[in-house]
């Protein structure tokens, strides 16, 4: 399919009657009482009325979609839509009307009502659904896309894609909050869920943790679950030939790739059980197709599509597109789950399984060196530091008492810490690392420096039956967490989002690093503060509002409960005494979504 527009239908004709719209009208048959109907007009208005900010909110979607490595939706059907809408009635009478002259708000008024009609309708899709057909439907426009397109637009402002972000900031804000009310008039008004609002609610779950932090997100992740699963996403018969066209299969495997994994990081994140099993689910992963390959619907090139990938789904040609992170990232939800069922007593965990990807997927330091490019490399560098994340986990819930085991543990941290040297050595090269390097900072430099401190400390002692293993040398540790330390305070330095957190956290391991080296070790209970106790498997952990010691060693840090960091007590509160493998899950950080690049 080529990138080009397609012509959708203006905005029909209002009559001048609308304005006295009754219930015994079509409308009103749709919509319910008059009473529903107002509400959703007025909350129509409000929605539309962000329309006059057009080419910004445009601009920054697109810049935002340029610079995402795993957008829930092809990029070039969203463009398509953009370029539609750009040059619709509706659009042009928004931005027309920036004084606000009364023929302007009659004519917005209609507008709305004309959104409403089109939003109520069921949006019906069959196999022999073509893309353009696909586009038109919801040009039209409907408002879940609307949203869609304001959350894109909320998602670049906050990750400062614009120049002179701060003064844009109140309109982010402004279009988070109408693509929620966005999202909301949708499942009042369709008759049955769609795959846009899906999209919408998808991209406002990621934009959340961005505003509000994580804190809010484990009830909005339950709603999404819900609908894929009542859409059937998570069975492979709805993905058929013979009941959806391809592109749109292919686009709702990914959603639920997507969502599976999301589900699995937040069940560790917050100690709770999983929301999809495995074990209910059989959809294949997204085929490994670019864009373009994706949105083909001419018997032609359906046809050439089994010429572009192997047996096991992956492209034959070697190269990352936006279907290789979701493939990898469905992958590393299977091992997160079967974390997850072994910490809940239910089935086994094993250090021995690997991650199946086709070898120039695997990261090595050399990758720095080679010709690929600087985003796709700090890409896998983010598969790489998941994958050894949950071999942590595993290891964490393993007997700690098992020396073989604490050393594997040190040294799969220090591994990690190496990693994120190497990412944050090249941080200047593209523009990518500047804004996702502080989220690699704290959610896996931070852990696994904290980590290595605390080995460095340990076996420092003279009463300690602990070595440092083998293959780490104690001297290269300390000048790697020095190292890391420095470009800690580069990457999250003041105005980042977690500055205060990570520069009390880094002082924690300054301190005991300075201990290290002076040959002053503060106590011989520091190692017992790092041994996890049995997990009680009978409760979960539920966000609290105070920070006691640590208690047991749940996944996500035991007792610690999610706080904001403007009530975090850090005076009382010893970072290093409670296990930071995991330490980011003790406070509301703002760590999760990292641009939908790589989001753990």
């Known amino acids: 399919m080529s990138k080009g527009t397609v012509d959708a239908p203006a905005l ?4 001048q009657d609308t304005m006295n719209l009754s219930p015994a009208s079509d409308i009103g048959q749709l919509l319910g009482p008059a009473s529903v109907w107002d509400e959703h007009l007025t909350a129509m208005v409000e929605v539309l009325a962000q329309l006059a900010n ?64 089109n939003s109520a309708l069921d949006a019906v899709v069959t196999p022999s659904t073509t893309v353009s057909e696909f586009c038109a439907m919801y040009s039209v426009p409907r408002i879940e ?22 003064k844009y900031e109140s309109l982010g804000q402004e279009l988070f909050r109408c693509s929620k009310l966005a999202q909301r008039l949708a499942y009042d008004l369709a008759p049955r869920p769609t795959d846009v609002m899906i999209w919408l609610a998808h991209e406002n779950l990621q934009t959340l943790t961005l505003i509000e932090g994580d804190a809010s997100v484990w009830r909005r992740l339950g709603d999404i679950a819900n609908e894929v699963l009542a859409l059937g996403f998570h069975r492979e018969a709805t993905h058929l030939a013979s009941s959806v066209p391809f592109f749109l299969a292919e686009i709702r495997r990914r959603v639920f790739c997507s969502v599976y994994q999301y589900d699995k990081s937040y069940a560790i994140l917050f100690d709770r059980p999983p929301r999809i099993a495995s074990r209910y689910a059989d959809c294949k992963p997204p085929l490994d197709l670019t864009d373009e390959q994706v949105l083909a619907d001419t018997p032609d090139a359906l046809d050439m599509i089994k010429s572009y990938i192997d047996e096991d789904g992956w492209n034959v040609r070697k190269g990352f597109r936006s279907t290789t992170w979701a493939r990898i990232r469905y992958s590393l939800g299977a091992f997160r789950e079967e974390l997850v ?73 220090a591994r990690m810490l190496d990693c994120v040297l190497q990412m944050g050595n090249v941080r200047d090269k593209d523009q990518c690392l500047l804004r996702d390097l502080p989220a690699i900072m704290y959610c896996y430099g931070l852990p696994s420096a904290a980590t290595v401190a605390a080995a460095l400390l340990e076996t420092s002692k003279a009463s300690s039956s602990h070595r440092l293993p083998t293959g780490l040398d104690r001297a290269a540790l300390v000048r790697k967490l020095s190292v890391f330390l420095n470009d800690l305070d580069d ?77 975090f007590d850090f005076s009382n509160f010893d970072l290093l005494s409670a296990d930071l493998t995991d330490w980011n899950a003790d406070v509301n950080m703002n760590w999760y979504s990292v641009d939908g690049q790589w989001d753990i």
């Open 12 to 15: 029909s004709p209002v009559r």
């Open 54 to 117: 057009w080419p910004l909110i445009e601009q920054t979607a697109r810049i935002y979609l340029s610079n995402s490595s795993v957008p829930i939706a092809p990029v070039p059907l969203t463009l398509q839509i953009m370029t539609t809408l750009r040059n619709s009635e509706l659009v042009a009478v928004h931005r027309r009307n920036v004084r606000r002259t009364d023929e302007g708000r009659v004519r917005q008024l209609h507008c709305a009502q004309e959104v409403l009609r």
């Open 145 to 166: 896309m609307i949203g869609h397109i304001y959350a894109l637009a909320a998602r670049g402002i906050c990750y400062r894609l614009v120049r002179d972000e701060h």
């Open 341 to 413: 069922e072994h910490y809940l007593g239910t089935g086994p965990a094993s250090t021995d399984e690997v991650l199946d990807l086709p070898k120039y997927m695997h990261y090595t330091r050399e990758l720095w060196q080679s010709d690929i490019p600087v985003c796709d490399i700090f890409m896998l560098g983010g598969v790489h530091l998941s994958y050894m994340k949950v071999e942590l986990y595993i290891r964490r819930l393993m007997n700690r008492n098992d020396s073989k085991n604490l050393s594997c543990f040190w040294e799969v941290s």
């Open 491 to 567: 990457v999250c330095g003041p105005g980042s989002l977690n500055h205060e957190y990570c520069t009390q956290a880094a002082k924690a391991i300054s301190t005991t690093l300075d201990s290290v080296l002076n040959g002053t070790v503060a106590s011989d209970d520091f190692a017992a503060a790092l041994t996890p106790a049995t997990p009680d498997v009978g409760s979960y952990a539920t966000p609290t509002s105070a920070l006691p010691a640590l208690a047991n060693d749940k996944l996500s840090g035991g007792g610690l409960g999610l706080n904001d960091l403007s009530t």
